[in-house]
């Protein structure tokens, strides 16, 4: 579990004892109020709504079978709905309040590969070995991992824009350990703590004190694509790992005041950077 605690602004209560037709109908109230991105799906929500309630609020995608077959992410950059609105299987204990642990090194590599080698081979070895595979890598300075994790202790969640075919999405990210776990807005408003992730970025420090970080990214390509990925790992760096007073005071609103937070703030620093580049 990570997705253990939010700001105000993302709760959103239901009754235990409503129907599966009264929360579809809350759910979709939600959705209009809350979630800039809700014009996108807006007619295939109330077709799911209407035709089962039930599967809406847990495995919408089945009520794909039978229909036109759906189109890969390379053919069809604006994704499909049903696939964002997929929950993961229920945890054992949601509530579980344990501290999570970092994930280390030596479980997705031999680290023997990188015993003794100096800092530049280390990045070296580390980039080509994630060359040919479908994950984004990179290797960053200690101080900027540091900073990171300081900014996230005040801003454990947040939400960022990735540029869709018509229009942005956004995707919210929490932090927890040495991972930072990324997820659809919009899934989360559906399915609360079993929203699956469509990116998760971990940080393996074993040499943070040679003064360097490997950052590894897996994401899902039913929902991003490696362009994207790496779109929000940049955004991440750059909320979180620089000095940048607007950032930072967008970090501040939405953690401190989310009531005067406004998504098309985040979209701006977006077009900015992509101006300046």
């Known amino acids: 579990m990570f997705l253990r605690k939010f700001p105000q602004f993302w709760r959103f209560t239901r009754g235990i004892s409503m129907s ?19 014009e996108k799906y807006a007619e295939k929500i109330a077709k ?12 919408v995608d089945t009520l794909e079978k ?102 942005f999405e956004f995707i919210m990210l929490q932090f927890a350990a040495n991972s930072v776990h990324f997820t659809p807005l919009l899934c989360y408003q559906v399915h609360k703590e079993n929203a699956p992730e469509c990116l998760n970025i971990v940080h393996y420090t074993e040499y943070q004190d040679k003064g360097i970080v490997l950052m590894r990214g897996e994401y899902d390509s039913q929902v991003l694509n490696a362009q994207e990925a790496q779109c929000l790992a940049n955004q991440l760096q750059l909320y979180y790992g620089q000095y940048s007073q607007s950032k930072l005071q967008l970090l501040q609103t939405f953690t401190n005041t989310p009531e005067s937070f406004k998504h098309m703030d985040v979209i701006a620093e977006l077009e900015n950077l992509k101006i300046t580049t």
């Open 48 to 59: 799911l709504q209407k035709t089962s309630p039930e599967e809406f609020l847990s495995r």
């Open 20 to 38: 599966a037709s009264a929360r579809a109908k809350e759910a979709v109230e939600e959705l209009k109020q809350k979630n800039p991105y809700y």
């Open 66 to 167: 039978g229909k036109k077959p759906q189109k890969s992410h390379k053919d069809d950059p604006s994704r499909n709905y049903s696939e964002l609105l997929r929950p993961k299987e229920s945890l054992e204990c949601p509530d579980q309040k344990a501290e999570i642990p970092n994930k280390k090194l030596e479980d997705i590599m031999k680290t023997e590969l990188l015993e003794g080698k100096t800092v530049d081979e280390i990045r070296a070895i580390w980039l080509e070995y994630h060359k040919t595979k479908d994950v984004i890598a990179a290797v960053i300075p200690t101080e900027q991992y540091k900073l990171q994790q300081n900014r996230a202790k005040a801003h454990p969640v947040f939400v960022l824009p990735i540029p869709r075919s018509e229009g």
